[in-house]
């Protein structure tokens, strides 16, 4: 099993933070997305991975097999290499 939360916190590490936000935007910001049902904040956060999966996919060279899609896919939103979960 991979241990996904180290890994998380490795490449958190390595980005540089930026926050351009005052903290009280951020805060209204939060109470807004807050506010909303757990049901919404769910389907914001579906659709937010959606776009992003479209954008990695839309990224990639179009000539790749369909496995290789899915390893590279794999690959940068977990960041970590499909090679160390041992399995093909």
């Known amino acids: 099993m991979v241990d996904t939360g180290a890994e ?3 490449l958190v590490a390595r980005v540089p933070a930026m926050n351009d936000t005052t903290p009280e935007i951020e805060q209204k910001v939060r109470e807004m997305i807050m506010s909303r049902s757990g049901e919404e904040r769910f389907i914001m956060g579906a659709r937010m991975f959606s776009a992003a999966r479209e954008m990695i996919l839309a990224s990639l060279p179009k000539d790749l097999s369909s ?8 690959e940068r ?12």
């Open 77 to 88: 939103v977990y960041g970590i290499p499909w090679s160390s979960l041992g399995i093909q």
């Open 8 to 10: 998380f916190e490795y």
């Open 67 to 74: 496995d290789e899609r899915k390893k590279l896919l794999f």
